[in-house]
């Protein structure tokens, strides 16, 4: 009696984490301006595919039943490959220059200016100047960039140049707190003979494009910081213990829900703006940037439609690029059009410098 009892939940628990993993994948199909929640779902697609396959092999083991849930995961074919960087199509490269660019993309949180890495980083500068060195990237997006000259942990525009051999930057500056000021910047090695500022009215946060003259060619480099959830101590508590706070795990949760149901709209509007941009040039792109958004959502789907995602092409593993407790997952990417084909694709972990870890891919130019 009690083992028929634990079939039957076995069998139903199943079917409900079976219909959650399918219901996630809509999440990157319609907008968040219509149905927001549908983006929850596709947050937890980790989560919920785990626990479908391991429930679908238990329930076969104990009710020889598993075709509904086993057609689910058939279904996501596609989804799955976002995150374990499968490209069903190989570039074919014969119509590519045999030169490479390396592009480099890194949400740096203010350098640690703040301390908020814990351990902490001694000698921060010193940390992120080597990283810079030693990845050497012809470009340089950084999101979540600063300038201060009254703090000693904030590497200036001559030292990063100095580490990376960069002789060119741009970026875009707002005063953050009383002499800093932080934005994008764009770094590189070629000459930038044109950058501007993409923002509107519903952006806190600007993106940036420059213009690159690598030889006899010209390159578009988009850098895209989308809307932060903007987390604080009350929601970074449901995920660290570590973190205190006198409110209500109800009220926490409440607080979480409110600020994802404000992001995801706000992401997928600053995403179509920078996507009716990018398909005004005149020159090859490469799109870097922090989307906070998994490959599931439909920020991304949207990038995906029209330009490719340099993981696929050239990588072939799971991983994340949200260094914090937040199980964010891949939020960070790299995108191009078809005048670029990338060859290899690196999610830098030797060491936690942000929390973010910086992605760099390698490319071929038509």
């Known amino acids: 009696m009690l083992f028929r009892l634990i079939k039957l939940i076995v069998r139903y628990t199943t079917l409900f984490v079976s219909l959650g993993l399918l219901v996630s994948y809509t999440s990157s199909v319609i907008p968040p301006q219509k149905f927001w929640f549908l983006q929850l779902f596709g947050l937890a697609y980790p989560a919920l595919l785990v626990a479908t396959i391991l429930l679908t092999i238990l329930n076969f083991l104990m009710n020889r039943r598993l075709a509904f849930s086993i057609l689910v995961l058939f279904v996501g074919t596609f989804t799955h490959a976002k995150y374990f960087g499968i490209d069903f199509k190989s570039p074919d490269l014969t119509s590519y220059s045999e030169k490479e660019i390396k592009v480099m993309s890194f949400n740096v949180r203010l350098f640690d200016a703040y301390k908020f890495l814990t351990p902490e980083l001694v000698d921060s500068k010193g940390a ?162 922090d989307l906070n958004d998994p490959p599931t959502s439909y920020a991304y789907s949207m990038f995906n439609k029209h330009f490719k995602d340099a993981f696929y092409e050239g990588s072939l593993s799971m991983t994340r690029t949200y260094a914090g407790k937040v199980p964010a997952g891949r939020i960070d990417y790299i995108f191009h059009n078809e005048g670029f084909a990338a060859v290899s694709f690196k999610t830098w972990k030797e060491k936690v410098l942000s929390d973010h870890y910086p992605v760099m891919a390698s490319f071929r130019m038509r």
Do not use: W
Not at 189 to 199: D, G, L, M, T, V
Not at 234 to 261: C, H, M, Q, W
């Open 128 to 289: 992120f100047t080597e990283l810079f060195k030693s990845e050497s990237p012809d470009i340089l997006s950084i999101q979540e960039y600063a300038e201060d000259e009254s703090n000693k942990r904030i590497i200036s525009p001559e030292e990063i140049k100095k580490a990376g051999g960069f002789k060119y930057h741009t970026t875009t500056m707002t005063l953050e707190l009383k002499k800093m000021f932080s934005g994008q910047a764009i770094y590189s090695k070629y000459p930038i003979i044109h950058s501007e500022i993409i923002s509107d009215s519903t952006q806190t946060i600007r993106s940036l494009f420059a213009d690159i003259v690598k030889g006899k060619d010209t390159i578009r480099v988009y850098n895209c910081h989308l809307e932060s959830i903007r987390f604080q101590k009350d929601e970074y508590s449901l995920f660290d213990t570590e973190v205190a706070s006198t409110k209500t795990y109800s009220s926490r949760i409440k607080g979480l829900v409110s600020k994802l149901k404000k992001a995801y709209p706000l992401r997928a509007d600053q995403a179509q703006k920078i996507i009716d941009h990018v398909l005004t040039s005149p020159y090859p792109v490469i799109i870097n940037g």
